[in-house]
């Protein structure tokens, strides 16, 4: 089985920054697209940005500029890195990725539990 564990949240004030990871483990062929959403209070899970396995990446427009997401392929995790972090962005953040657990198995996706990220001052 395969597992992602997020994390990196925490309460920080606006304008600050946080950088959130998403290790993966168990069995791991490979790690494909992985995307970061977010839910906030009341509001539907969105797509905040995603990365393929080859460093292509794309943003929701309302982080464009201050969020940006990378991978490190030989330790299985992604990361997002937040700046000029708003009262907005408040939500709980998650890592979602599509992996091939072997060569020739199907794609598989997964989600972890979140991370919790609060701004606020």
């Known amino acids: 089985q395969v597992q992602l564990v997020e994390s990196g949240g925490g309460l920080v004030q606006p304008g600050g920054s946080l950088r959130l990871s998403c290790a993966a483990s168990?069995?791991?062929?490979?790690?494909?697209?992985v995307n970061w959403y977010r839910q906030g209070p009341g509001t539907q899970r969105e797509l905040v940005a995603y990365?393929?396995?080859?460093?292509?990446?794309n943003y929701a427009d309302s982080v464009k500029g201050r969020f940006t997401i990378s991978r490190d392929n030989a330790k299985n995790t992604v990361y997002l890195q937040m700046t000029s972090l708003e009262p907005e962005d408040t939500a709980r953040y998650y890592c979602?990725?599509?992996?091939?657990?072997?060569?020739?198995?199907?794609?598989?996706?997964?989600w972890g539990q979140g991370t919790q990220v609060t701004v606020s001052s």
């Open positions: 979602n990725a599509d992996v091939r657990r072997w060569i020739g198995d199907m794609l598989q996706n997964y």
């Open positions: 168990g069995a791991i062929y490979r790690i494909y697209g």
């Open positions: 990365i393929g396995w080859g460093g292509d990446t």
